[in-house]
């Protein structure tokens, strides 16, 4: 019911920035929270960043607040998340999701890659 592509990882050097986007198709009408999630080699998948409809809440996980941002653009139905002093340890796949009120993530993308350098 709804597809998500996200776009703009790659290599960065550590205290760089990277801004990355996440498109929503379908019956986008359904999402209320997007959500950032990164995961690394040998780690479990964690959650970065939340934001709901019409950008009214966000969350943000400790490791990250300051340094990062999640904003979302509901008339072009896509996240971004502004990553900003990059570090190694922030290297991972990143995956955009989405869910209704009330309801589990239950809408994908398929992960872009960021490569920290230092």
């Known amino acids: 019911q709804v597809q998500l592509v996200e776009s703009g990882g790659g290599l960065v050097q550590a205290g760089g920035s990277l801004r990355l986007s996440c498109a929503a198709s379908g019956r986008t009408d359904r999402i209320y929270t997007m959500a950032w999630f990164r995961q690394a080699p040998g780690k479990e998948r964690e959650l970065v960043a939340t934001v709901t409809y019409s950008g009214g809440s966000t969350y943000y996980a400790d490791a990250v607040k300051g340094r990062f941002t999640v904003s979302r653009n509901d008339a072009k139905n896509t996240v971004y998340l502004q990553m900003n002093s990059l570090q190694p340890e922030d290297a991972a796949v990143y995956y955009c999701?989405?869910?209704?009120?009330?309801?589990?993530?239950?809408?994908w993308g398929q992960g872009t890659q960021v490569t920290v350098s230092s």
């Open positions: 999701a989405a869910r209704d009120v009330g309801r589990e993530y239950d809408a």
